[in-house]
């Protein structure tokens, strides 16, 4: 768990990201959790965008990707929402 002044340093490394995943219409399937879950291990910290014909809303699904990924939440605007999680063997970010 990350505490307050760790995610206002990962807000602003992340300010500057472009989204590396987009939930479309499907949803949120097991296939779009293992593409979160690698990108996650590769870049550590990782912006998702939830389109306009997604089903779903970020704030809806929120706990559902924290869970299933073991990712940390750092912040949601709109319909992007920004996740961090240490990588187990490519270590970038130094909290």
């Known amino acids: 768990m990350i505490n307050s002044k760790q995610r206002a340093y ?7 990201l472009k989204p590396l995943i987009q939930v479309g219409k499907s949803g949120i399937t097991e296939g779009l ?3 979160i879950d690698a990108s996650l291990e590769s870049h550590e910290l990782i912006k998702i965008t939830f389109l306009q014909n997604s089903p ?8 559902e990707i924290i869970e299933a990924t073991g990712a940390d ?3 949601l605007i709109g319909k992007k929402l920004t ?3 240490e990588s187990k063997e ?4 130094e909290l």
């Open 10 to 16: 990962l807000k602003s490394l992340a300010h500057d």
């Open 56 to 63: 779903v809303e970020g704030k809806e699904v929120v706990d």
């Open 33 to 35: 959790l293992s593409q």
């Open 83 to 85: 996740l961090y999680r």
């Open 90 to 93: 490519n270590k970038k970010i």
């Open 73 to 75: 939440f750092v912040n």
